[in-house]
């Protein structure tokens, strides 16, 4: 998932880009979306982004809780909050938990998007994303399992000559 992505969706939902709890609620989604980060115990999560942000656990929990309950009591754009957050069961794990299955529902839905408007298949991107240099490396080493071939059925042929 795209930090972008994350970032779009908490300004629309009008949440301050200017707070604390901005970059690291984006930290924490594009957290759960690692392998590692599936089912996280918070204070690990927690301190996680404090130590990438040098702040301390606590400093990480209070931020982001004062940045979902300052997007909602704003309350810019009342469905898009609802839809991403919620206003109900309002704890922090609850809210990025919520926030991060409907921000990954959307991604992949664009996504998904994107490739039926290009119209390739899977096995189409792959050939797309084959470069100049693998293509030469790849004729290089077909031209020299030709001429070994060639080189062996000669022999052969010169062998039963003889």
């Not at 979306?33 to 990480?60: C, F, H, M, N």
């Not at 797309?128 to 052969?156: H, W, Y």
Request: net charge neutral; glycine share 4%.
């Amino acid at each position: 998932m795209k930090k972008e992505f994350v970032e779009h969706v908490l300004i629309a939902m009008g949440m301050p880009v200017k707070l604390k709890g901005f970059k690291y609620i984006v930290e924490a989604v594009l957290l759960l979306d690692t392998p590692e980060w599936q089912e996280p115990k918070w204070t690990a999560l927690y301190y996680k982004i404090a130590r990438l942000y040098g702040d301390t656990e606590s400093r990480v929990e209070r931020a982001i809780r004062n940045a979902f309950t300052t997007t909602r009591t704003r309350v810019t754009n009342y469905e898009l909050i609802d839809h991403y957050i919620g206003f109900t069961n309002c704890q922090n794990s609850n809210s990025i938990t919520f926030l991060y299955r409907n921000i990954k529902k959307e991604y992949l839905k664009k996504q998904q998007e994107e490739k039926e408007k290009t119209g390739l298949t899977w096995r189409e991107e792959q050939i797309e994303e084959i470069t100049l240099e693998q293509l030469q490396s790849f004729n290089e080493v077909s031209a020299d399992m030709i001429k070994e071939i060639v080189r062996q059925t000669l022999k052969e042929m010169l062998f039963e000559l003889a």
